[in-house]
C-alpha cells in the first residue's frame, strides 16, 4: 500500500514539474504583451547616422530575418533569439555594431504587426537596420521602419540594402551604389529573397527568373563578400561566381523545413577581423511550449512520411512532370528577354 502511494505521489509531482516547466516557458510571451515599442522615430536612418560614426576594421554584427511579428508563436521564438543575440557581446572579445533584419518583420503587414516588431526592436540593445520583404506594407514599413533602399558605411565595410520584395530589384540602383563600395575592404548586400533557391524539395522556384541569374553575376562582377537574404524560412549557405549567399529565415516564423534541412531558429553572427570575414550560426531551441505543439509533430510527420512511402510498393508516381516554366533551355529566355 505504501509503495502505491508513494508511486502516485512521484506521478502527481513529476506531472506538476512539467507543468510548471511549460508554464514557465510561456513567462517571456506574457510581458512581451506589456511591453513597450521603440519610437517610431528610431528607425533605420537614425540607426544609421548612429553606426557610421564607428572606426576601425574589426567589429562584429548579428543577421536574422522572417520574424513575422504580430502572432504569438512568431513572437515568442523571436524573443528566445533575442535572449541569445544580447548576450553575444558577454564574453567581450569583438564589439558588435547593429543587428539586421532581412525583412518580413510583420506577420502580414498590419499595424499591429508593426507594433510587435518595435517592441521587438526594442528589446534589443544593439541598433537595428531592416530591410522590406514582401510581407511588409510599404506605407506602415516606412512610418515604422523608414528607408527601404539605402547603403551604408560601417568602419572598413560597405552595406547596401535592396530592396527586392517584388521580385527584382533596381538593378541601375544597385550597381551604382556597388561601384560605391569598391573603395572599402568588404561589400555586404542585403535584401529579402534570395537570388537563388536554397531548398529545392519546395515551390521557391527563383532559379528559373532570369533577373536573379542576371543578380548573381552583376554581384560577383564588383566581389561582394557576402548576401544575406531571407524568404524562407531556414539556413542555408551557398556561394556563386565567389560570393557566399546566406538565407537566413529562422527568426521566428514557423518553420516547415526539417531540422535536418536547415529549418531551425537561428541567427548569424558575422565578424569582419580587417580583410577578413567569419561568420557562425547560432542555432536556437524554441520555447518548450511551442517545441512540444508544434516542432515535435512537424518533425514526426516528416520522420513518418519517409518511412511509409507507398510509391515503392504499389508502382506509382512513374509520370514525368515537365518543368512549368517554357524555355528554360534558350538562349533567348536568359539573355535577351524585354
Known amino acids: 500500500m505504501g509503495a502505491k502511494l508513494n508511486r502516485h505521489i512521484t506521478r502527481k509531482v513529476f506531472w506538476l514539474l512539467c507543468i510548471i516547466i511549460v508554464a514557465y516557458s510561456l513567462l517571456p510571451l506574457i510581458s512581451f504583451q506589456f511591453a513597450k515599442p521603440a519610437e517610431k522615430s528610431n528607425n533605420n536612418q537614425v540607426n544609421v547616422e548612429q553606426i557610421e560614426k564607428n572606426e576601425g576594421s574589426y567589429f562584429s554584427f548579428i543577421v536574422f530575418g522572417d520574424s513575422h511579428n504580430g502572432l504569438f508563436t512568431n513572437d515568442a521564438s523571436t524573443l528566445k533569439l533575442l535572449w541569445h543575440m544580447n548576450r553575444e557581446d558577454r564574453f567581450r572579445k ?46 506602415l514599413f516606412k512610418e515604422f521602419c523608414g528607408d527601404n533602399q539605402f547603403a551604408f558605411v560601417n568602419r572598413n565595410s560597405y552595406f547596401i540594402v535592396v530592396d527586392n520584395a ?30 537563388c533557391d536554397p531548398y529545392q524539395q519546395e515551390w521557391y522556384n527563383i532559379d528559373n ?55 531551425y531558429l537561428h541567427y548569424i553572427r558575422v565578424m569582419v577581423n580587417h580583410d577578413y570575414v567569419t561568420y557562425e550560426i547560432r ?53 535577351e528577354r524585354k
Open 283 to 335: 542555432k536556437v531551441s524554441p520555447p518548450l511550449w511551442l517545441h512540444i505543439t508544434y516542432y515535435l509533430a512537424k518533425e514526426a510527420l516528416y520522420w513518418a512520411r519517409n518511412w511509409y512511402g507507398s510509391g515503392y510498393i504499389f508502382g506509382k508516381n512513374k509520370t514525368i512532370i515537365e518543368p512549368k516554366v517554357q524555355g528554360l533551355n534558350d538562349q533567348e529566355y536568359w539573355f
Open 94 to 139: 569583438v564589439p558588435i555594431d547593429f543587428v539586421v533584419s532581412v525583412g518580413d518583420v510583420s506577420l502580414d503587414g498590419s499595424r499591429h504587426d508593426f507594433k510587435a516588431w518595435k517592441k521587438i526592436q526594442n528589446l534589443t540593445k544593439y541598433p537595428v537596420i531592416a530591410a522590406i520583404g514582401n510581407h511588409d506594407d510599404r506605407e
Open 166 to 195: 517584388d521580385d527584382a530589384p533596381d538593378v541601375e540602383w544597385l550597381e551604382e551604389r556597388l561601384k560605391d563600395g569598391q573603395r572599402y575592404a568588404h561589400t555586404f548586400v542585403i535584401m529579402h529573397k534570395p537570388p
Open 209 to 263: 527568373a532570369p533577373w536573379a541569374y542576371n543578380l548573381r553575376k552583376l554581384l560577383a562582377k564588383y566581389h561582394v563578400d557576402m548576401v544575406f537574404a531571407g524568404h524562407k524560412h531556414m539556413f542555408r549557405c551557398q556561394k556563386f561566381d565567389g560570393v557566399d549567399y546566406v538565407t537566413t529565415g529562422g527568426g521566428g516564423m514557423l518553420i516547415e523545413v526539417p531540422e535536418s534541412d536547415g529549418g
